[in-house]
């Protein structure tokens, strides 16, 4: 499957002539290579790729801030000017997806596509997501640099890297709008050699040569057809036109050289982690027991219909209570000593709640039961101590549902706790799947620290009835 070799270009300056060397870069990179594949994109809502590259007679709506809403590339992908493939922009991201991407989500968007060729990322100057999804998923990040203030910025993007444990080597600084005509007298000759040995000072590694400031290629942007025009076709007579067509050359020199590698290396690192979670999904499956852990029938994961998956607090226990005993054992075991049994209401209600709620069982001694009903960010809603009436109390069936239950799990576990959700889809084993699995623990984790803190205050006080 071919993959994208991405280059991103960012700087945390504003103004630094990020977007001018982005779009000027594809527009070289196409007339050096004629079929190399470039496609461009912009995190940044100023529109200039869209000026310079979108053919008039081009009037999508689609934008840059769909691919991340799991439209595939290859629908966002226009034919644009100079053979140039671009993404249209978007003109607030953060808008459109409220919900702000992951930092490897571009990434992983892009090793799953078709997309082969060069991948160019024209960048905001601040580290937003869109950002740091960007430098996440480069080959390489040109960062220009124009003065010592933007030097200075580059630590930012270095971090980025370290934070992420990931290499910083894709990082290549070059100096741009440089002003030839400034001259310095000692050692650095020019702005050109100065910041580029302050680079160097800083351990940054810089591409070679710069790109200078010229008033033309500043009045590309400005006439009256409102496009912006590349270098290249209408900046010829500049020195920029020389370093431009040196740039690109290095830019794809690299490209043959290294290829891509970065999807290459973040494929690997999901498969690996796809690989450790479907581990942990079977460890879990095989810890399963395979009867309702109240009366004991075989239970068949495949056809399990209505039923409360369960688990220890010490996980050495996981399985699955019919729905049917788990409502039997709450009205005749849990509430056999009430003196009015709950009526038919109460009962449809209780059910009705349960759909919705977790249920937390503490042993506290011998012969005293806690149950609490939580809602699913494990607060507590309700909650009542039963005495067990072990196998002397109501059976079901001749079945004593809550001894059994308490035997299975709980038997010598003084103050250990277990936790019962309903299983919400099928086959029933799907609850072990990563998402669910980790929802489940996370309420039982907020419950059991909630519960460690009342038991070390009083007991009393929390015994309000389970029924809604
Ligand atoms: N080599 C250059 N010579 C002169 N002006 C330039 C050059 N590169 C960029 N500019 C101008 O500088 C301004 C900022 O450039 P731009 O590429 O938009 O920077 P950024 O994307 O970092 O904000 C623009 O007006 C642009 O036309
Ligand atoms: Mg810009």
């Not at 527009?27 to 594949?37: I, Q, T, W």
């Not at 644009?80 to 922009?89: D, N, R």
């Not at 370093?243 to 973040?266: C, I």
């Not at 002397?392 to 549902?401: A, D, E, T, V, Y």
């Amino acid at each position: 499957m071919p993959r994208p070799y991405v280059i991103t270009v960012s700087s945390e300056k504003g103004g630094v002539g990020k977007t001018t060397l982005a779009t000027n870069l594809a527009v070289y990179l196409k007339a050096l290579a004629e079929d190399l594949p470039v496609t461009l994109l912009s995190f940044d809502n100023h529109f200039t790729v869209d000026r310079m590259f979108r053919l008039s007679a081009d009037q999508t709506e689609l934008h840059v801030g769909q691919l991340f809403s799991a439209t595939p590339a290859s629908e966002l992908i226009r034919q644009g000017e100079y053979g140039v493939q671009i993404i249209p922009s978007c003109r607030d991201l953060n808008l459109f997806n409220p919900q702000p991407p992951a930092d490897e989500d571009l990434a992983r968007i892009l090793s799953r596509t078709e997309l082969g060729g060069v991948v160019i990322i024209d960048t905001c100057p601040i580290l937003d997501p869109y950002t740091r999804n960007a430098l996440f998923a480069a080959d390489r990040v040109i960062v220009p640099i124009k003065d010592a203030p933007s030097l200075e910025n580059c630590q930012h993007l270095a971090n980025f890297f370290a934070d992420h444990g990931i290499s910083r080597a894709p990082l290549r600084l070059l100096p741009c709008l440089i002003d030839t005509r400034i001259r310095y007298s000692g050692p650095f000759k020019d702005s050109y050699q100065l910041l580029k040995a302050y680079a160097i000072n800083r351990g940054y590694r810089c591409l070679e040569g710069f790109i200078a400031k010229s008033p033309k290629v500043e009045s590309l942007a400005t006439n009256p057809e409102g496009k912006v025009y590349p270098v290249l076709t209408h900046g010829r007579s500049t020195e920029v036109h020389l370093q431009f067509t040196h740039l690109a050359r290095q830019v794809y020199l690299e490209y043959l050289e290294k290829g891509p590698h970065r999807m290459g290396e973040v494929s690997e690192a999901q498969r690996t982690r796809d690989n450790a979670l479907i581990h942990r999904e079977q460890e879990r499956r095989q810890r399963l027991l395979d009867s309702c852990l109240c009366c004991g029938k075989k239970l068949d994961f495949t056809q399990l219909a209505e039923a409360f998956y369960l688990e220890t607090s010490g996980r050495e226990t996981c399985g699955f209570i019919e729905e049917s005993c788990f409502y039997e054992m709450v009205f005749s075991d849990l509430y056999a000593e009430q003196k009015t049994a709950p009526g038919a209401a109460i009962k449809e209600l209780f059910r009705e709640t349960a759909q919705v709620s977790c249920f937390l069982l503490q042993r506290l001694d011998s012969s005293h039961v806690k149950l609490a009903r939580l809602d699913h960010n494990g607060e507590t809603l309700s909650c009542r101590t039963s005495e067990v009436k072990s196998s002397r109390g109501l059976l079901r069936r001749g079945i004593p549902l809550l001894h059994n239950l308490l035997e299975r799990t709980l038997s010598a576990n003084e103050r250990h706790s277990l936790l019962l959700i309903k299983k919400s889809a099928n086959p029933a084993t799907s609850i072990l799947a990563e998402t669910p699995y980790s929802r489940f623990q996370a309420i039982f984790s907020r419950a059991r620290l909630d519960y460690a803190r009342q038991d070390q205050a009083v007991d009393a006080g929390l015994n309000n009835p389970v029924f809604p």
